[in-house]
C-alpha cells in the first residue's frame, strides 16, 4: 500500500468530483455540512444510488436459483461484481472472493470456520494493540471455545507496532497472526507485508483487516501474499450490509462451512449432506443482492478516478490538516505513525471529545468522538476517547478549514 504523493493528473477535477455526491449538497444544521466521518462509512455517488434504485425498480429477483429470466439476469448482476472485485484486489481466482455482509462477517467466519477446525488448547493467535474489536472479540469467541489465546503486538507511543516484540512473540504455539492494515483509530499503516513474510516463515497464515485500505488505495493480495483479506463495501463509496472475504483457494477448501442453509449444499439428505463449490460454500442463504450489485458499480466509479490518484490526493488533504491542526493551540494529535492514512485522531486540552463532537455538530461537520471501536488503543493512550476526522478524496481543502474554524469555536466556547 503506498500512500505517498502521486502526480495527480490534472484533468481529474475534484470539485465535479465532490459534486456527485448528493448527500453532501446539503445543510446540517443551518450549515452547510462537512463531512468528515468517512471512516465509518463513506457516502455514495449518484451513479451507486441510481444503480441499487434500478436494480430493485426493474432487476430484483432471487439469485442463483431461478431459471426465469429475471432471476438470471439478477444472477449475472451479482456475480459480476465477483469479478471486479477479483480485478480490484487481484485476486488469482475469483472463488476466493467470498461475499460477506462486512469487514465483521468476513473475520467471523474465519475465526469460526479456521479457527474451531484447527486451534487446540495451548495455541496463540496474534493480534495487535490497534485492532479494532471486529479482529478482537471473534477470535475470543473461539479462544474460549478452543483454548487458543491471544497475544498482542504492541505499539509505541506514536502508534507505530514495536517489531521487535512482533518477532518475540512468533514462536512455535503461534497458529494465526491477524492485524488490521491501516488503523481506523490512529491512522497508522502497519508493515503488514513484512508481518505476513515473517509468519509466512514459520508457516503460520494471517489474516489482515482490510477496512481502512482498499477505499484509500491499490491493494494487490497476492504481492502481499495474505492469506485472507477482509472489507466492507460501505466504506467504499458502495452500500451498507455487504463485504468481501479474499482467502487463499487452499485454505477456504480445507474449511468447513461457517454457516448452513440454502445456496451452500451440494446435496443435501437427513443422513448427510455435502457442501457446494468455493465461493457459495461460504455463501449460505439469500445474500444482500441489491448492495452486492451497488458493490460492483462502486468499483467502477473508483476505478474511473483511480485507486493511486485516490490515495495522492488524500495524501495531500491529511498532510494540509495536519498542518493546519498541528497550529491549534491546546490540540494534541493522538496517532503520529511516520506512515499514515486518511485518519486524524485529536484532542483539545480540557474538552471532553463528546462535548466537542456535539458542538462541531451544530456548526455542521461531522466528525466521530469516542473510542472508534478500539478500546484498547483508548487504554494505551489514557485516554476516554478522540475526535476523529477521517477523510475521503471527495473532501477539500474548504472542509478542513471549516474544521479548523469549527475547533477555534470549540475552545472559545469552553474556555
Ligand atoms: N475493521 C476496521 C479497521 C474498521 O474500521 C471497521 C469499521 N469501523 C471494521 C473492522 C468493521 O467493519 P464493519 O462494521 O463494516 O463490519
Redesign the pocket.
Known amino acids: 500500500m503506498n500512500h505517498t504523493k502521486t502526480d495527480i493528473p490534472s484533468t481529474i477535477n475534484w470539485n465535479e468530483i465532490r459534486s456527485q455526491f448528493p448527500v453532501l449538497n446539503q445543510e446540517v444544521n443551518g450549515k452547510r455540512l462537512v463531512y468528515l466521518d468517512n471512516?465509518?462509512s463513506s457516502q455514495m455517488p449518484q451513479i451507486v444510488v441510481d444503480r441499487i434504485n434500478a436494480y430493485h425498480s426493474h432487476e430484483h429477483a432471487n439469485v442463483h436459483r431461478g431459471i426465469h429470466s429475471l432471476s438470471q439476469h439478477a444472477t449475472d448482476a451479482f456475480e459480476s461484481t465477483r469479478e471486479k472485485v477479483q480485478k480490484l484486489i487481484n485476486a488469482r481466482y475469483l472463488e476466493e472472493v467470498i461475499y460477506t455482509t462486512?469487514?465483521?462477517?468476513s473475520i467471523n467466519l474465519v475465526a469460526s470456520s479456521y479457527g474451531r477446525t484447527y486451534f487446540k488448547e495451548g495455541d496463540e493467535i496474534l493480534v495487535t494493540e490497534m485492532e479494532?474489536h471486529?479482529?478482537i472479540v471473534p477470535w475470543q469467541i473461539i479462544g474460549e471455545q478452543t483454548g487458543a489465546k491471544l497475544k498482542v503486538i504492541p505499539m509505541d507511543e506514536n502508534g507505530e507496532l514495536i517489531m521487535e516484540k512482533f518477532y518475540e512473540l512468533l514462536s512455535a504455539k503461534t497458529k494465526f497472526v491477524s492485524v488490521?492494515h491501516?488503523?481506523?483509530a490512529l491512522g497508522t499503516i502497519n508493515p503488514v507485508k513484512e508481518i505476513i513474510d515473517a509468519a509466512h516463515d514459520r508457516n503460520i497464515p494471517v489474516l489482515v483487516?482490510g477496512?481502512?485500505a482498499v477505499p484509500h488505495s491499490t491493494v494487490d493480495v497476492q504481492e502481499l501474499d495474505a492469506d485472507f483479506y477482509a472489507f466492507?463495501a460501505?466504506?467504499m463509496c458502495g452500500p451498507t450490509g455487504f463485504?468481501i472475504l479474499y482467502g487463499k483457494k487452499e485454505l477456504l477448501d480445507a474449511m468447513p462451512p461457517y454457516r448452513g442453509g440454502g445456496d451452500m449444499i451440494d446435496k443435501v439428505t437427513f443422513e448427510k449432506t455435502t457442501w457446494n463449490d468455493l465461493p457459495h460454500k461460504f455463501e449460505a442463504g439469500t445474500p444482500p443482492i441489491a448492495a452486492g450489485v451497488g458493490l460492483g458499480t462502486a468499483i467502477d466509479y473508483l476505478n474511473s478516478i483511480g485507486m493511486d490518484n485516490i490515495a495522492g490526493r488524500e495524501a495531500e488533504l491529511i498532510t494540509y490538516a495536519t498542518g493546519k491542526l498541528s497550529k491549534i493551540d491546546g490540540l494534541r494529535i493522538v496517532g503520529t505513525a511516520h506512515k499514515k492514512a486518511s485518519v486524524i485522531s485529536f484532542l483539545l486540552d480540557g474538552v471532553h471529545p463528546t462535548d466537542a463532537g456535539t458542538i462541531l455538530d451544530k456548526e455542521g461537520i461531522a466528525v466521530r468522538t469516542g473510542h472508534?471501536?478500539a478500546q484498547p488503543v483508548m487504554d494505551h493512550f489514557n485516554i476516554p476517547g478522540t475526535l476523529r476526522a477521517s477523510i475521503s478524496f471527495y473532501n477539500n481543502e474548504d472542509d478542513i478549514d471549516r474544521l479548523v474554524e469549527g475547533i477555534e469555536y470549540t475552545k472559545e466556547f469552553f474556555e
Not at 462486512?102 to 462477517?105: S, V
Open positions: 471512516g465509518a462486512g469487514t465483521t462477517d479494532h471486529a479482529n488490521i491501516v488503523s481506523n483487516d477496512a481502512q466492507s460501505h466504506k463485504g472508534h471501536c
